[in-house]
């Protein structure tokens, strides 16, 4: 795709413009125009995910509206209505929720609350979310501004969710900013800088490492993360927690609790999980799961995890080192006496339970720091 652009603007003729011309010798007689001529060869192999880049006032805006004529979102409208509501009708509740959270907004309080009264890295991800969600197979979906109201770290980890989601959808998306320092966690198959008028391929890499570390802590650490979990505020004394960092930044916790079982006295089962909102959609609440039913395991126990989040119980279910605690001798499975130890209500949801298996000797997920 190419694009040559020629923007004019007549010169203003008021007193301070006058002004203005006289101080630094600028003749108003001439009009004001710029040029770029743009080469985007995207046409040439398949692709989902792009990225315009280059400082501000270089003409990248421009170059979108041009390439993606009546495209280009920047904001959306939102109404005082949960968040939920805003997503088409023909859309079923398993697949908004899916949506939102693939796109790390995995926060069921947030989603029925308005827009409003969101955070920052919020709105952007329930934007992101309705962005996908509005737009056709054919469409491109192109953001301008992208990730610039939010901080540089969500910007990163918000980046890394969108991509995910957008190729999970089948959909092409370009994301128009100014900031260099989300290529290498959106992953995008091609990158133009509009600054020096240059194109490249990129081939999708592992995104960028981050040191992830969990310590033990205690209930005196829970109110950071209360209000955002999903059922409950409320925080078991006998819970033994821990919460978990990255980078050095607080992002998690999880807790535990004895489970009391009539015959065996070796399981665990989860209490409470939550990954703050900035964090989500790294799959930090799956290595909390993990490196907790290690931990267990190390040490002779079984451990359980309840979950109603269509997020969670699909991770369960990908995953190799958990297994749908059914029928077998010795199990139980009465769902009453795991929702009573997991602090759950059985009315409006449904639980599935989920026990880890602990990996072959010599493997690790690992470890307590």
């Excluded at 710029?34 to 192999?45: R, T, V």
């Excluded at 880049?53 to 280009?72: D, E, F, I, Q, T």
């Excluded at 979950?307 to 029928?327: L, N, T, Y």
């Excluded at 009315?347 to 470890?367: D, I, M, T």
Aim: with cysteine; charged share 25%.
């Amino acid at each position: 795709m190419k694009a040559d652009i020629t923007l004019t603007v007549e010169p203003p003729r008021s007193a301070r413009a006058r002004q203005v011309s006289g101080l630094f010798d600028v003749s108003l007689d001439e009009k004001l125009t710029a040029s770029w001529s743009h080469d985007l060869p995207i046409e040439q192999q398949d692709w989902q995910v792009g990225l315009i880049v280059g400082p501000s006032g270089a003409g990248k805006s421009v170059l979108a509206n041009r390439l993606w004529p009546n495209m280009v979102r920047e904001s959306l409208d939102w109404s005082d209505r949960a968040i939920i509501e805003h997503f088409p009708a023909d859309m079923s509740i398993h697949d908004v929720t899916g949506l939102l959270t693939s796109v790390g907004f995995g926060s069921v309080p947030a989603w029925l609350r308005p827009y409003s009264t969101l955070s920052n890295g919020e709105r952007f991800r329930a934007d992101m979310a309705r962005l996908i969600a509005e737009s056709s197979d054919d469409d491109i979906v192109v953001v301008d501004e992208f990730t610039s109201v939010v901080d540089r770290q969500v910007a990163r980890v918000a980046s890394h969710s969108v991509q995910k989601a957008i190729r999970r959808s089948g959909r092409r998306f370009v994301a128009v900013t100014c900031h260099y320092d989300v290529i290498d966690w959106l992953q995008p198959d091609w990158v133009y800088d509009v600054g020096s008028q240059s194109f490249a391929w990129r081939s999708v890499q592992p995104r960028p490492g981050m040191r992830f570390e969990i310590y033990e802590a205690s209930p005196r650490d829970w109110p950071v993360f209360a209000r955002h979990h999903y059922l409950t505020s409320e925080l078991s004394k006998a819970a033994r927690c821990f919460t978990a960092w990255l980078d050095g930044d607080l992002c998690g916790f999880t807790s535990y609790l004895h489970f009391p079982h009539p015959k065996t006295r070796s399981i665990k089962i989860a209490h409470r999980i939550v990954v703050l909102p900035d964090y989500q959609g790294l799959g930090i609440a799956s290595r909390m799961n993990d490196w907790t039913g290690e931990y267990l395991a190390a040490r002779g126990y079984r451990y359980r995890v309840v979950s109603a989040h269509p997020a969670m119980i699909g991770m369960f279910m990908r995953s190799p080192r958990w297994r749908e605690c059914g029928r077998a001798k010795g199990v139980a499975t009465s769902k009453k006496s795991i929702m009573k130890a997991a602090n759950l209500s059985s009315r409006r949801l449904a639980v599935r339970s989920f026990e880890y298996q602990p990996p072959a000797e010599g493997k690790s997920n690992g470890r307590q720091q």
